[in-house]
């Protein structure tokens, strides 16, 4: 069955980066759009990044845009995020999760346990 | 952005008895390709996100037959037909028709 295990996560200070990872297994990786979510402490789900198949294109909110970098590295089924300067509202789940199309959105059908980030001084 | 808003923001029930989710979008969801990318997603507590409903209204794999989606255009709606106590938890609209993709504020479920 698909399996999606996040990594990387921690205590860092503000002004630092963070990489984090997601092992994915139980389905062709290279066959899939990848997201990563984030829910900040009590709150709502944000989406942050996506990824096609190929990793030929990437798309970002305005929020995180310029400072989030997603990347995958299909030989080793592996999905990566990529968080520079960090600020304290980056304080929050990750979650990476499995779109159902290779190169576009449809919906995501699978999501990881997720990784915590804490930003703090 | 795609602005998606949920009501009721929190929904006590009986347990058996129906529960209605309602999620609005500021413009069309519908694609280019025609197909309108409105999923549900079930939230239990200290879990992460469960795909329910895709497409509006394609129930997924494993999801019970209690749970339905209907809707069109910019009016969605997620209905249990009896709530189970394992139905407690915050439910979830996204929208995967337009960057950015964006949630609804989620609506909490849970037991009167």
């Known amino acids: 069955q698909v399996q999606l295990v996040e990594s990387g996560g921690g205590v860092a200070q503000p002004g630092k980066s963070l990489r984090l990872s997601c092992a994915a297994s139980?389905?062709?990786?290279?066959?899939?759009?990848m997201h990563w979510v984030r829910q900040a402490p009590g709150k709502g789900l944000e989406w942050v990044a996506v990824?096609?198949?190929?990793?030929?294109?990437?798309f970002y909110p305005d929020s995180v845009k310029g400072r989030f970098t997603i990347s995958r590295d299909n030989s080793k089924n592996t999905l990566y995020l990529q968080i520079n300067n960090l600020r304290a509202d980056d304080t929050a789940m990750y979650y990476c999760?499995?779109?159902?199309?290779?190169?576009?959105?449809?919906?995501?059908?699978?999501w990881g346990q997720g990784t915590l980030v804490i930003v703090s001084s | 952005d795609f602005v998606m808003t949920q009501t009721p923001l929190s929904s006590p029930v009986t347990l058996g008895q129906p529960a209605s989710i309602s999620c609005r979008s500021s413009?069309?969801?519908?694609?280019?390709?025609?197909?309108?990318?409105l999923s549900w997603l079930q939230q239990r507590p200290g879990q992460p996100p469960r795909l329910l409903i895709y497409?509006?209204?394609n129930r997924f794999s494993g999801v019970p037959d209690r749970f339905s989606g209907s809707g069109a255009g910019t009016d969605f709606t997620l209905k249990i037909s009896r709530v189970e106590a394992e139905d407690v938890g915050v439910y979830y609209c996204?929208?995967?028709?337009?960057?950015?993709?964006?949630f609804g504020q989620g609506t909490k479920v849970d037991i009167k």
């Open positions: 999760g499995k779109d159902e199309s290779a190169a576009g959105t449809s919906f995501v059908a699978s």
């Open positions: 139980g389905f062709i990786f290279s066959r899939h759009a």
């Open positions: 990824i096609w198949d190929d990793g030929s294109s990437k």
């Open positions: 413009q069309s969801l519908v694609h280019s390709d025609g197909n309108t990318y």
């Open positions: 497409k509006v209204s």
């Open positions: 996204m929208q995967t028709t337009h960057f950015p993709l964006t």
